[in-house]
């Protein structure tokens, strides 16, 4: 490789110009790209399943957590998750040229949007291989040049997804410029990358809160954020006991490494007796290793329940655990469980238990967060789920996109006057 501003450089500019053929592509042939993709990686699949084999191994060897392992399998499961995206994406309505708010003024000239792509997008990522092709499928249906920079943890099996983009993009007739994945380790890579003005119009990390907060405060160009998943539920007085135990369980349980996940269980203080060892014991049964940082109640509560306890800090209400850990607090009122909320939380994902109109209304409408749930477990906070295809983050930011970030978060919208030689007096 030659140095590493020539390299980016060439990839910038390779971006740029794949951006401008993939912005006037229509829905056909950029679907045809998709579908070319999919029986690449299919054709690819055992060539995919050993680098992604080396990826683990090195993982293991290098003393990776037991989330980024996770992050980083593609198991049959997740290969087969992979290509039902790009079909759910196929599918998706093309949202480029999509006009609306058209209206007439007192001049006569007709006036509206126009959804248009980004351009090129810049992506930072760490483990999930799965996220290459998710974000690339994305990318190529709304438009957009997309530059791809996983972690070094992922690098063997990224570089064959990508291998199998580039396929089917070549035989769509689309450049295959259109998703580059880069090539090196170099960690300056994304020092250059987020610097880059004029060439990227947006910067997406997904991954710890280090590497987010280092990209927001080092980019140069516009980023699309989230720091982490400190989600909530909060379980009100007037609930139904057994949903309240089989929605928390499973938003906690089902999973530890997704940032949709549980991390604090808030309880009313009116049937917390009765409410947490229900919850936590259902909890410690699935899990014997689950340990709960508990708040002074709680603590009382869960003494002789046989579930492991241990003090809760301050900390603890801020953490994003991925493990098998949940931070338990009980509160006075629905007041207390908005403010905790709204205080302690990353805006990502809160869940309310009740049966309630009046109290749900009141926490869809004061919790300040990206999702808002009533009675649902916090693991439905998924591009998939939300029916956008795939995902290519989900954006605790309030502009420009917030939630789950799909197709429509991968555009912006522009002014489009039409007229008949009117002219302004």
């Known amino acids: 490789m030659t140095d590493l501003s020539t390299y980016m450089n060439d990839v910038g500019v390779r971006a740029k110009t794949a951006s401008a053929t993939l912005a006037r592509a229509d829905t056909k042939t950029k679907n045809h790209a998709l579908t070319c993709i999919k029986s690449a990686l299919i054709a690819q699949k055992d060539e995919i399943l050993s680098a992604n084999e080396i990826d683990i191994q090195n993982g293991k060897d290098k003393g990776l957590d037991s ?3 996770d992050r980083l399998i593609i198991s049959d499961k997740v290969f087969n998750g992979i290509l039902s995206s790009l079909d759910d994406v196929i599918n998706l309505a093309d949202p480029i040229g999509e006009m609306s708010e058209m ?7 007709q006036l509206g949007k126009m959804r248009v792509p980004l351009g090129v997008i810049g992506m930072i990522y760490e483990s999930r291989p799965n996220v290459t092709i998710e974000a690339g499928s994305l990318a190529i249906k709304s438009g957009n040049a997309i530059i791809l920079r996983g972690g070094s943890e992922a690098f063997h099996s990224n570089q064959v997804l990508a291998h199998a983009v580039h396929i089917g993009l070549e035989q769509a007739g689309l450049p295959t410029d259109s998703v580059q994945v880069l090539t090196t380790t170099d960690r300056n890579a994304v020092d250059k990358l987020i610097a880059m003005v004029g060439v990227v119009d947006v910067i997406i990390p997904r991954g710890g809160r280090g590497l987010i907060e280092r990209i927001a405060n080092n980019a140069r160009v516009p980023v699309i954020k989230h720091l982490d998943g400190n989600c909530h539920t909060y379980v009100d007085s007037l609930t139904d006991m057994d949903m309240a135990v089989k929605v928390c369980v499973n938003a906690k349980t089902s999973r530890y490494s997704p940032c949709n996940v549980m991390e604090t269980l808030l309880v009313h203080a009116d049937i917390a007796n009765t409410a947490l060892p229900q919850i936590a014991q259902a909890m410690h049964g699935v899990d014997d290793a689950m340990i709960f940082r508990v ?6 509560i869960l003494a002789n329940t046989g579930v492991n306890i241990e003090p809760a ?3 603890d209400w801020y953490t994003e655990y991925l493990a098998p850990m949940l ?13 905790h909320i709204n205080h302690y939380g990353s805006h990502h994902t809160d869940v309310i238990i009740t049966n309630s109109y009046e109290n749900s209304g009141r926490f869809i409408r004061e919790v300040d ?14 591009g998939f789920e939300y029916g956008l295809g795939a995902e290519i983050g989900i954006s605790t930011d309030k502009i420009h996109a917030r939630g789950p970030v799909g197709l429509h978060g991968l555009t912006s919208q522009k002014w489009v006057v039409f007229g008949h030689g009117e002219i302004r007096s």
């Open 67 to 69: 989330a980024l392992l």
């Open 313 to 315: 800090t301050d900390d």
């Open 327 to 339: 931070a338990v607090k009980v509160v006075d009122d629905l007041d207390h469980a908005i403010a």
């Open 103 to 109: 209206t007439y003024r007192p001049s006569g000239i």
């Open 295 to 300: 708040c002074d109640k709680s603590k009382e």
């Open 369 to 382: 967060s990206s999702s808002v749930m009533v009675n649902a477990s916090s693991r439905f906070a998924d």
